[in-house]
C-alpha cells in the first residue's frame, strides 16, 4: 500500500525559501499524478501544484505561479516542492497527495492517498 510522508517545513522569514519532500513507500510513485495542497487555520484545502507521471505535465494555483517548482525524483520516490519568494499568506499546513489515474489536478477529489501533512509558517 502506497503511504505518503511529507518534510521539510518550518519557520521562515517572508522572502525566503523552503523545500518541502513527499518521500513514498508501499509503491512507486512513477505511475502517480503527485499534488501538493494547502491548508490556513479556518479555511478550506486549496491546491498548490501538481505534477502528471510523464513528469512534463505541470500545474500551479495562480498565487504561486513564477514562485513555487513541482519536481519529482525516481531515484528517491520523492516528489518535491521549492517554494520561493515565501509570503505570510503561504502560511498552513501543506500536504503531498497522489492520484492513481497519472494526470493530477488542483483540485483535492482525484487523489486517493494523502500524507500527513507539514507545517509551513511565514513570519518575521
Known amino acids: 500500500q502506497l503511504h505518503l510522508v511529507e518534510s521539510g517545513g518550518g519557520l521562515v522569514q517572508p522572502g525566503g525559501s523552503l523545500r518541502l519532500s513527499c518521500a513514498a513507500s508501499g509503491y512507486s510513485l512513477d505511475y502517480y499524478g503527485i499534488g501538493w495542497f494547502r491548508q490556513a487555520p479556518g479555511k478550506e484545502r486549496e491546491g498548490v501544484s501538481y505534477i502528471a507521471r510523464d513528469d512534463w505535465t505541470t500545474g500551479h494555483a495562480d498565487f504561486v505561479k513564477g514562485r513555487f517548482t513541482i519536481s519529482r525524483d525516481t531515484a528517491k520516490n520523492t516528489v518535491y516542492l521549492q517554494m520561493n519568494s515565501l509570503k505570510p499568506d503561504d502560511t498552513g499546513v501543506y500536504y503531498c497527495?497522489?492520484?492513481?489515474?497519472?494526470?493530477?489536478?488542483?483540485?483535492?477529489?482525484?487523489?486517493?492517498?494523502w500524507g500527513q501533512g507539514t507545517q509551513v509558517t511565514v513570519s518575521s
Open positions: 497527495a497522489a492520484d492513481a489515474s497519472g494526470w493530477g489536478a488542483l483540485a483535492v477529489g482525484p487523489y486517493d492517498v
